[in-house]
């Protein structure tokens, strides 16, 4: 399913929304984030798939691993971390810390009884987890009923407390919003609601050192962008930094989620932040999300030109292709929301007058986003019929048969 949004516009990147995002302060975020000693210090590679751009009908076909961006295994570690340094910030203006400083853990002791919160699927409760036990505060996690043990098990590992309750992702985003007041804690969670976007805008930039990271690659500019849906800030963050460079120019944005999170899709068609229709209970977890983020949708609906959504099987189809890799493409593991993009441009491709629509064609440069890795190790052996180490192991003799 495929809705072209009427609202998307070519207009020079608003004043309005550089107020919120900007490149200059998605790289102030990115020279803190160098600081924290759990990120790659040189980014994540951009891998080529020159086979699969041929299968699928494209020119171009580039995809940008955040399985490397950490131990954490995935791109949500530029967000948290960059919102819990803000946060502190603003919350002891007097004691003027430096990022460095904080992200070295040298403010411990100061911080040790500041606690923050957050709702998650798994992967931004991981992140915050591993900033907060890097600066030294408490954290405690909310999980809602379909985040796996193996989820919970990761989060924990660094050290927050883990509040389990009923319901989906937004009934947990509620509850940590009542356990935050009752407590006298502070959400840093990655969507935004009434009376709550400083901290989510926070996130979302430092989402946009991905963006920066690509333009700095010496390559063509691609012609279009597929990004994953959940809440939106990603999406938001990533559209926010290359509108701002590149004007009327900007390369065509697709978000793409699953059928039964459909909550971005229902907004571009009510043209309003909205909610999703479905049960929000893909296997894409990541992406389950039944409320759109009104702050990420403000730099979504004048800029993204086509909302899709996918079944689950599309997604593990598409885990599957990056997995077996081919004689020019890198095998690649690949989690369950990281391919949402790919398996969106293999829907259009197949049928003509929705890639037409797209403006997809043979001349195409594509960019798409992975993720996330195996950030569930069990559910990707069993979706993807092996083992990630052994995904692993064939990208490595891939590498080396490539570099003689």
Aim: aromatic share 6%.
């Amino acid at each position: 399913m495929l809705l072209h949004n009427p609202n998307a516009t070519r207009q020079p990147y608003p004043d309005t929304l550089r107020a919120i995002l900007s490149a200059s302060a998605a790289q102030q975020s990115r020279q803190w984030l160098s600081h924290w000693p759990l990120l790659r210090a040189e980014g994540t590679p951009l891998h080529s798939l020159p086979d699969l751009a041929e299968a699928l009908g494209v020119a171009q076909l580039a995809i940008k691993d955040e399985a490397l961006r950490s131990p954490l295994g995935s791109f949500k570690a530029l967000g948290a971390p960059i919102a819990l340094a803000r946060l502190i910030m603003r919350s002891f203006p007097e004691q003027h810390f430096r990022a460095a400083a904080l992200f070295a853990g040298a403010h411990a002791q100061q911080l040790a009884d500041f606690c923050v919160i957050s709702a998650t699927d798994g992967n931004h409760g991981r992140a915050l987890a591993a900033a907060a036990q890097s600066l030294g505060c408490r954290c405690v996690i909310v999980l809602h009923a379909q985040v796996s043990t193996e989820r919970e098990q990761a989060i924990a590992t660094y050290g927050a407390q883990i509040v389990r309750i009923a319901g989906n992702y937004d009934a947990s985003v509620a509850h940590a919003a009542d356990l935050a007041q009752a407590n006298g804690w502070q959400v840093v969670s990655d969507t935004s609601y009434d009376g709550y976007e400083s901290i989510p805008g926070d996130v979302m930039q430092g989402y946009a050192t991905l963006a920066a990271e690509v333009i700095e690659a010496d390559q063509p500019a691609f012609t279009h962008v597929f990004l994953q849906g959940g809440v939106g800030g990603l999406a938001a963050g990533v559209v926010s930094y290359f509108w701002e460079l590149y004007g009327a120019q900007r390369p065509t944005f697709i978000v793409v989620e699953p059928a039964q999170a459909d909550c971005l899709y229902q907004s571009a068609r009510l043209g309003q932040a909205s909610i999703a229709t479905g049960t929000v209970d893909s296997l894409m977890a990541g992406l389950a999300c039944g409320e759109t983020s009104p702050l990420a949708w403000r730099f979504l609906q004048p800029a993204v030109d086509g909302f899709m959504v996918i079944d689950d099987d599309e997604a593990v189809a598409a885990m599957r292709c990056l997995a077996r890799g081919n004689r020019q493409d890198i095998p690649l593991v690949a989690g369950e929301s990281a391919v949402a993009g790919l398996a969106g441009l293999a829907r259009l491709m197949a049928v003509p007058e929705h890639a037409a629509q797209m403006g997809l064609d043979r001349h195409s440069r594509v960019l798409l986003i992975s993720t996330e890795g195996a950030t569930a190790p069990d559910l990707y052996a069993e979706l993807v019929g092996e083992a990630a180490t052994a995904v692993l192991a064939r990208q490595q003799a891939w590498i080396s048969a490539n570099q003689r």
